[in-house]
Nanobody
Framework: EVQLQASGGGLVQAGGSLRLSCAAS????????IGWFRQAPGKEREGISC????????YYADSVKGRFTISSDNAKNTMYLQMNSLKPEDTAVYYC??????????????WGQGTQVTVSS
């Protein structure tokens, strides 16, 4: 069974940084697309970043490009999202997702529980 667990959220001041982790179990990271999404209150879910573990290619939404960096440690079956220069509008619940044999961008079938990120002004 594919399981994903996001962690690392918290409260940070604007301009600060956080690193989110997504630990996976039930599968190995080989040949997967792993993505990060977020959903703020009253807003639709937004896909913000994705990494294809087969070739290391990455995707970023314009809203986070240049500030967020996605990476994966295939040996640890863990994906990371380094978030720098955080803004209040980055406040949301962040989710990770996985899709086998896929390249970014893609749709995802497996989702983890979210982690709250709150950025104060």
């Amino acid at each position: 069974e594919v399981q994903l667990q996001a962690s690392g959220g918290g409260l940070v001041q604007a301009g600060g940084s956080l690193r989110l982790s997504c630990a996976a179990s039930g599968f190995t990271f080989d040949d997967y697309a792993i993505g990060w999404f977020r959903q703020a209150p009253g807003k639709e879910r937004e896909g913000i970043s994705c990494i294809s573990t087969s070739d290391g290619s990455t995707y970023y939404a314009d809203s986070v490009k240049g500030r967020f960096t996605i990476s994966s440690d295939n040996a640890k079956n863990t994906m990371y999202l380094q978030m720098n220069s955080l803004k209040p509008e980055d406040t949301a619940v962040y989710y990770c997702a996985a899709q086998p044999m896929a390249l970014c961008p893609t749709t995802f079938d497996s989702w983890g529980q979210g982690t709250q990120v709150t950025v104060s002004s």
